[in-house]
């Protein structure tokens, strides 16, 4: 089968496609034709091995342990493995994985769900990190409930664009904060409102919030607080733009000690990737609360461009890989 491999960390340069042995369910597994497969910020992170807390992580210190790249997956069940009960062949699929970049990939039964009848293979493909991250981070981490205001910053994004559709769900009144490009996207998911960043700062209109997300991952701690109430949550989801050991993470672990000196509460998200939360996201999209937003299509052969577009920080949405 083909898939999109790499020997080395690095750049997208690294990426290859080759022909590799098609994979057997182990016990436990779901063999899935892949018809899809989203690009998240975490195949950049682990085509490049950074930060280097990534490699400590368990992925690979010197080359990555697993060298077919891609984590979100959408397809139909080819084989079953032993004591999988949930799944049987010609189901159609969503979830999470490792090597999701080739014509067949294996998936532990529970990070998959069936598909939401209502999207294509494409738009399923871009739910299963970016939007659970986003369920996680409105639901659990921020809690919102109807009639709070609620931030998003980096709304025009993967997860940014499935939180602003999220919050709007539970309730909330909805500030989207993008760049100029992404402005008319984000309004047309739902966004109450919406803030170009490049104008207007949202730590100096006077204008608080309940809860905020930043998905962006790269301002200070200082400058979001502004913005909260007194007793508000400020929800930071990953980090980027730090340096090449911690990447911005450090960002979430300060969070949590800043917190037990103020009345306000700073949380760092680390999502957990699970079945339940991909059937309770599928309740969402099938009622067509929540639609991903795909901004581009990729064939397998060129994914590498479509991680190098990722990391660009030009996706309006989600880019997706098909096969």
Request: aromatic content about 8%.
């Amino acid at each position: 089968m083909k898939a999109i491999v790499q020997d080395v960390y690095g750049s997208a340069d690294v990426l290859q496609i080759k022909d590799i042995p098609k994979p057997a369910p182990a016990i436990g597994e779901v063999l899935i034709r892949v018809r899809a497969a989203g690009v998240d910020q975490g195949v950049w992170h682990l085509m490049t091995g950074l930060p280097y807390l990534v490699r400590l992580f368990g992925f690979g210190l010197m080359k990555p342990k697993v060298p077919v790249r891609g984590r979100e997956v959408a397809g139909v069940v080819e084989a079953v493995g032993a004591a999988v009960t949930r799944f049987q062949p010609g189901d159609e699929v969503f979830g999470t994985c490792e090597g999701s970049f080739a014509e067949f990939v294996c998936a532990k039964e529970g990070l998959v769900a069936r598909k939401p009848a209502n999207l294509t293979f494409e738009e399923a493909a871009a739910a299963p990190i970016s939007a659970v991250t986003a369920l996680q981070a409105v639901r659990d981490a921020g809690q919102v409930v109807p009639g709070q205001k609620v931030l998003v910053i980096g709304a025009g994004g993967g997860v940014g664009s499935f939180a602003v559709q999220l919050a709007r769900a539970f309730g909330a009144e909805v500030t989207g904060v993008c760049s100029a490009s992404k402005v008319d996207l984000v309004r047309s998911l739902g966004a109450d409102h919406v803030i170009d960043y490049t104008r207007d700062d949202f730590s100096r209109t006077g204008l608080l919030y309940d809860v905020i997300l930043d998905t962006a991952g790269n301002r200070p701690l200082a400058i979001s607080r502004k913005a909260l109430t007194p007793h508000g949550t400020l929800v930071i989801v990953g980090g980027e733009g730090g340096g090449k050991l911690t990447g911005g993470f450090e960002r979430s672990l300060g969070a949590t000690f800043v917190s037990l000196f103020s009345g306000q509460k700073f949380k760092g998200l680390v999502s957990t990737e699970n079945y339940r939360d991909l059937e309770a996201l599928t309740s969402f999209l099938e009622n067509g609360l929540v639609k991903p937003a795909v901004d581009k299509v990729f064939p397998l052969a060129d994914a590498p461009a479509a991680v190098a577009f990722l990391h660009e920080g030009r996706v309006r949405g989600k880019v997706v890989v098909s096969i």
